[in-house]
């Protein structure tokens, strides 16, 4: 089944103490992309990698970190969460970003104290 | 950056009604999509448009990209109990990759 695999699905942890949440794949999708969905502000991109080693910046990126070494596998970076980093976090990907066509995973709930 | 304003910001309907609701840009977009996000769930792809004036459906789902390539449309004819959720409109422009998404509008269906 073609589908975009989050981990953890809810999280709740402390200011400061990093944590990744994980982001895979299996339709060989070149694009793969980082949300953040808050109460009156629809879907924010975090960051997003057009292929493998290609990442860049959405708009807002301020407090996280992503990497991709491996086409399937996009993980999100928290080296020290905040409260203000307290959302509903959405990886997708596309088989290329042009079409926009974007295959979302299920979420994750972080909530940082 | 782009702005996407969709409205309105909240349906409350009864089921068999029929549902409209738009999003308009500050700027031309190229591509129009329209997603959809059930309770608990990531967002799903409903329709995509890549035409200006371009009117497509999908079952009960008809939606049109606007004429002056700054508004997009979706309508939703004879609303059922599974049609609940936050519908999100997205654009992509010109020569500009990146998908600006609306704020959504949450549609509720009274019993």
């Known amino acids: 089944e073609a589908q975009v695999t989050q981990n953890p699905r809810y999280l709740i942890t402390v200011t400061g103490k990093k944590l990744t949440v994980t982001c895979s794949q299996n339709?060989?999708?070149?694009?793969m992309s980082w949300y953040r969905q808050d109460p009156g502000l629809g879907l924010r991109q975090i960051y997003y990698?057009?292929?493998?080693?290609?990442?860049d910046k959405g708009d807002v990126p301020e407090g996280y970190k992503v990497s991709r070494k491996e086409k399937r596998n996009f993980p999100l970076i928290l080296e020290s969460p905040s409260p203000n980093q307290t959302s509903l976090y959405f990886c997708?990907?596309?088989?290329?970003?042009?079409?926009?066509?974007?295959?979302f995973g299920e979420g994750s709930r972080l909530t940082v104290l | 950056g782009q702005q996407l304003n969709q409205s309105p910001q909240s349906m409350f309907i009864q089921e068999g009604e029929d549902v409209s609701m738009n999003c308009t840009s500050s700027?031309?977009?190229?591509?129009w999509l329209w997603y959809k996000q059930d309770p608990g769930e990531g967002p799903v792809l409903l329709i995509a448009?890549?035409?200006?004036?371009e009117l497509t459906s999908n079952g009960r789902l008809t939606a049109q990209f606007g004429i002056t390539r700054k508004d997009s449309f979706l309508n939703i004819s004879a609303s059922i109990p599974s049609d609940v959720g936050i519908y999100f409109c997205?654009?992509?422009?010109?020569?500009?990759?990146?998908?600006?998404f609306g704020t959504g509008t949450r549609l509720t269906i009274i019993p």
């Open positions: 990698s057009m292929n493998v080693e290609v990442t």
């Open positions: 700027s031309i977009f190229n591509t």
């Open positions: 448009l890549y035409k200006a004036g």
């Open positions: 339709m060989n999708h070149e694009y």
């Open positions: 997708a990907s596309s088989l290329v970003q042009t079409t926009g066509e974007l295959f």
């Open positions: 997205a654009g992509r422009g010109f020569g500009n990759e990146k998908l600006t």
